[in-house]
Structure formats: C-alpha cells, structure tokens
C-alpha cells in the first residue's frame, strides 16, 4: 500500500505561490534626516523610497516661501537629490556668484511637489516648482557619473542643466572654512550661450513650470473651502460697502 504524503506544502512569500511578494521599501540611510523632521501624517511632502533612475539624472527648483523667501536646488545624485537653498536664487550672470547652504538629501519624489507645507511643520510655507528637467556632467572625466561623484566629493560640482528657463553649464563651488552644521558653496554661471550678465531670472518668472500659478495662487488652492468662503464674504461684504 502506498504511503499518503505526509509532508505540508511550504508557505511561500514568494512567486512560489504563484502570487508576488510585496517587496519592503528600501531603506535609504540618506534620508534618514529628512525623515527626523517631518511629520508625514500632516505634510503631503513625500516620505521617499524611488530609487535612482536609469534616464539622465534630473534636476528641479522650488521656489519655498517659508521663514524665508528662498531657492532649493536639486540635483539627482546616487540615488537622492542632493539640495541647497538658495536665499537670492540663481544668477545667468557669470560675474554673480550665489550662496547656496547644503540642506538635508531630499527624495527622488519630491521632484514633483508643489503645494502647501503646514504652519509649524519643517519649513513651513508655500512651495512652487520654480523650474525642472535634466542634466549632465560638465567636467572633462570620461565616465561621467564618477566624474559626478568625484566632483561633489571634492567640492567642485560642474554640471550642464537642461530645464524650462535655466540652461547651459554651472557650478557649485565648496566654501573653505570651520562653520558648523552642512557645508555652505557658491553657485556660479558659466559663461556660455545662456549667460545674460546683469539679467534677474529669478524676478523674471513668477509661475510655477508646472501648473501655471503664482505663489498667492498656490497657496490659496491648499487653504480649507471653510477659509475660502470667509474670505470671500470677507471681500464680498467690502465690495458692497465701496459700491454704496
């Protein structure tokens, strides 16, 4: 007589079943800070998790009314986007040399955030997509992603950006010295077929790449219908008192 099999077919988190496992969300240690501080149940900010893409890396500024009116740049690097604000924002002038303090690594996602940051949250305020798109390597090293890597290493990051209103080549050049917390650089246009000496590109553009809106428009889109609607009574009523 044969013998029943005995044995349990083994549960399986895999394509054994014949169903894919999730797969867990790679951890990212150099996303460790932006995490730290923000709260992700009251910002629509994304919390991270996209890994590098295979495609030219990109690049995006977000104008960010917070404490500060201010500039963040971002530039895809190892699988993040390495960032700087950017208090005066960027200069097409060669002779205009713009400070820009290295902040937190950011995620990949946050290529696409335009909105409102809560009051009290981390960098709270208003968030436009400034400008965006791609770049490259602007050094003379033949591989150009070490050339890229070794750039930001050394503190000599030349880039060549490929977006809506900024073009061309540029660098973030390290500044020496003791200070404390992130390192502070300068961010410099090269001279080249897209430099405008004494132009305000920043002044220049006032809307957002993406939706078309100003920063009042953005900001009003994100505030509760119930705000809304008190504004406009608000506005309402001293319309028809002007009008009497």
Do not use: C
């Amino acid at each position: 007589m044969s013998k029943k099999a005995t044995t349990r077919k083994k549960s399986s988190t895999g394509t054994r079943s014949g169903k894919p496992a999730e797969t867990a969300r790679a951890p990212q240690p150099e996303l460790a800070e932006y995490r730290r501080k923000r709260d992700f149940t009251r910002t629509a900010e994304p919390e991270g998790g996209a890994t590098h893409s295979a495609h030219k890396p990109a690049f995006v500024i977000q104008k960010h009314a917070a404490s500060r009116m201010h500039y963040d740049l971002r530039l895809e690097h190892d699988g993040v986007m390495k960032s700087w604000a950017v208090p005066k924002g960027p200069s097409l002038d060669p002779s205009v040399k713009r400070l820009a303090m290295e902040v937190e690594d950011h995620p990949i996602e946050y290529n696409t955030f335009e909105g409102t940051i809560p009051q009290g949250e981390y960098g709270g305020g208003t968030v436009m997509l400034w400008d965006r798109g791609t770049y490259s390597y602007g050094g003379t090293s033949p591989d150009p992603v070490e050339g890229l890597r070794r750039g930001y290493e050394k503190g000599d990051f030349k880039f060549v950006l490929n977006g809506k209103r900024l073009k061309g080549s540029w660098a973030l050049v390290r500044m020496r010295g003791d200070r404390p917390g992130k390192p502070q650089w300068l961010l410099i246009k090269h001279n080249d077929e897209y430099a405008a000496r004494g132009s305000d590109v920043a002044a220049d553009h006032q809307t957002s790449v993406a939706t078309g809106r100003t920063m009042e428009e953005i900001a009003t889109a994100a505030r509760s219908p119930a705000a809304k609607n008190a504004d406009d009574s608000a506005y309402g009523r001293l319309t028809a008192r002007r009008t009497r």
